[in-house]
């Protein structure tokens, strides 16, 4: 059975930075492209990156590109999203998923419960 687990979502004041961590099972990690998405209340979820399965390319939805960092340890099957600069906009809850050819679509096969950040003014 495949799992995605997020954490690392927590309370921050703006400016700050926050790790958020997605740890995988029941796939093979190494062959999956990942993404990182958010769901602020009262929106529509959205991409905010991601990662191909080499991890060769990343991708940034505009309003993160020069703040969030995405990477992935394939030794680890785990994806990270690295948030710095934080505001208050940030807050929301953030999924990750997997995907076989997908990196960016809100089609991703699997997905993760979701983490909460939420970034104070």
């Known amino acids: 059975q495949v799992q995605l687990v997020e954490s690392g979502g927590e309370l921050v004041q703006a400016g700050g930075s926050l790790r958020l961590s997605c740890a995988t099972s029941?796939?093979?990690?190494?062959?999956?492209?990942m993404g990182w998405f958010r769901q602020a209340p009262g929106k529509e979820r959205e991409f905010v990156s991601g990662?191909?399965?080499?991890?060769?390319?990343?991708y940034y939805a505009d309003s993160v590109k020069g703040r969030f960092a995405i990477s992935r340890d394939n030794a680890l099957n785990t994806v990270y999203l690295q948030m710095n600069s934080l505001k208050p906009e940030d807050t929301a809850v953030y999924y990750c998923a997997a995907d076989l050819y997908r990196s960016s679509s809100n089609t991703m096969t699997y997905w993760g419960k979701g983490t909460l950040v939420t970034v104070s003014s």
């Open positions: 029941g796939l093979t990690f190494g062959r999956y492209n």
């Open positions: 990662i191909s399965w080499t991890g060769g390319d990343t």
